[in-house]
Nanobody, 113 residues
Framework: QVQLVESGGGLVQAGGSLRLSCAAS????????MGWDRQAPGKQRELVASITSDGRPTYSGSVKGRFTISRDNAKNTVYLQMNDLKPEDTGVYYC???????WGQGTQVTVSS
């Protein structure tokens, strides 16, 4: 069983920044492909960023160039740095282990215009 605990969400004005953190339990974190999902109000959950065990990132088109995913294997933590935030970035952000699939409880991000 893997536990993922997110932190760092909150309310920010458009153009601002936030950094989300996800602390993972277990000794196999360094081998896991990790990611961040976003569920906007009234929309399906989508994977916005992921990072392989060797640190290669992938981004959805809506966040590419503004968000940066990173990981610290020594701390069992994955991060999502979010810059130039837009109101459409509002939603609940979930830390995710891709295979096997686990999700955290989510953290709310609200971007005001």
């Amino acid at each position: 069983q893997v536990q993922l605990v997110e932190s760092g969400g909150g309310l920010v004005q458009a153009g601002g920044s936030l950094r989300l953190s996800c602390a993972a339990s277990g000794s196999l974190f360094m081998f896991k492909h990790m990611g961040w999902d976003r569920q906007a109000p009234g929309k399906q959950r989508e994977l916005v960023a992921s990072i392989t065990s060797d640190g290669r990132p992938t981004y959805s088109g809506s966040v590419k160039g503004r968000f940066t995913i990173s990981r610290d294997n020594a701390k069992n933590t994955v991060y999502l740095q979010m810059n130039d935030l837009k109101p459409e970035d509002t939603g609940v952000y979930y830390c995710r282990q891709l295979r096997p699939a686990y999700w955290g409880q989510g953290t709310q991000v609200t971007v005001s215009s």
